[in-house]
């Protein structure tokens, strides 16, 4: 059980961001989590609504995670093939020599945020 | 008021990542070979790596750096066998994170000097779970279970035998007192792991010993090259 001390790192990394862009307030932040990884969903939310408390920017901001299921690629046959945690076997040729492409991922993937009004600012988003 | 969308982009565990990439290159600077030993509590982490540095102690200089939630006892075991011994007290967390290993490095570092060590083992807490995820900078991860634990531990806690390049089955000689199915337990490795060695051990009583110490001898060397 170490997503507390994932999800702090994360409320620093997105405080910070949300700073340096001039945000009002966070709406969601989004991350990514391969299924490789010993994250647990429910855990990860409970951090998230214990630590987003600790800044007036994250207080009221939503959680968003997207699961990554793992990939590998065959270094045998070349095959790319999706697979669960417990299988990692090449499927068409039985190879054990194979590379995984994803599945192992913890990424903060972005925010979204409110931000003041800037009538010059007419950028296209 | 305007809604946009920020791009990040960056790992949850980029501190620690950036640490352990600096502690990889100190341990390739002074040649230093680092093994992180994983299991649950119990399983023979400390007798494996006192049994490990027996065989290959006229060879190599060996340190242990120790992680437990509290207590020193393991490194006091450890320096009463002649090892070089930094003790880490988590204080509840439960593994070990790059930050402690750059603390304890500088330790043996100070006390021994890392040109007099050629291997350290990393003894992480016993825990199948939290360590997976935290590199820390070490050239090789050993997972060790017990045969009393029983041959169900992989399917249960597949990250970490997914995750180590060694696989080590402690406590052999006592195998005809427990129903441990070494079928089952291998059927479930050849998917979740196939290709990391096994070895089949008793850390106190040296069964396998030598060959798991070869073997080991072996990665030692390659990565000096």
């Known amino acids: 059980m170490h997503e507390l001390g994932l999800m702090s790192g994360v409320v620093d990394t997105v405080v910070a961001s949300a700073r340096h862009a001039g945000a009002d307030r966070v709406i969601s932040v989004r991350l990514r989590i391969g299924d490789m990884t010993e994250v647990m969903d429910e855990a990860l939310h ?3 609504e214990v630590l987003r408390d600790e800044d007036p920017l994250t ?5 968003e995670v997207d699961y ?3 990939r590998s690629l065959c270094l045998a046959c070349g095959n790319e093939f999706e697979h669960d945690r417990f299988h990692l076997r090449c499927p068409d040729c039985g190879s054990a020599e194979t590379s995984l492409l994803s599945g192992r991922e913890l990424d903060i993937v972005g925010i979204d945020i409110e931000t003041p009004d800037d009538p010059e600012d007419d950028t296209p988003r | 008021m305007a809604e946009k969308t920020v791009s990040i982009e960056t790992s949850m565990l980029s501190r620690n990542e950036r640490l352990a990439a600096g502690l990889r290159e100190r341990f390739r600077a002074h040649q230093v070979y680092v093994v992180n030993v994983l299991s649950s509590p119990g399983s023979g982490k400390t007798s494996t790596i006192l049994a490990t540095n027996e065989r290959l102690r006229d060879r190599y200089r060996c340190a242990v750096i ?13 320096k009463e066998a002649g090892l070089p011994a930094v003790q880490i007290n988590t204080g509840g967390l439960c593994h070990l994170e790059g930050n402690m290993i750059g603390q304890a490095v500088d330790a043996l570092e100070a006390g021994v000097g890392l040109e007099n060590i ?3 083992f990393i003894e992480n807490v016993g825990n199948l779970v939290c360590p997976v995820d935290f590199d820390l900078g070490e ?4 997972m060790i279970l017990s045969v009393p634990e029983g041959d169900d531990k992989p399917v249960k806690y597949p990250g970490i035998f997914q ?16 129903d441990f199915d070494m079928g089952a337990y291998n059927g479930t490795l050849d998917d979740l792991n196939p290709t990391a060695p096994r070895f089949s051990i008793s850390a106190t009583k040296g069964q396998g010993m030598d060959e798991w110490c070869a073997w080991l001898a072996d990665q030692i060397e390659a990565a000096r090259v």
């Not at chain 2, 120790?66 to 450890?78: F, K």
């Open chain 1, 68 to 70: 990554v299921r793992p």
């Open chain 1, 59 to 63: 207080k009221d901001a939503e959680l």
């Open chain 2, 118 to 120: 050629d291997v350290i």
């Open chain 2, 66 to 78: 120790e992680g437990d939630i509290a207590s020193d006892v393991d490194a006091v075991t450890m």
């Open chain 2, 163 to 178: 995750h180590a390049g060694a696989l080590l089955l402690n406590k052999v000689d006592v195998a005809p007192a427990f």
């Open chain 1, 46 to 48: 409970f951090a998230w």
């Open chain 2, 139 to 142: 050239n090789l991860a050993v």
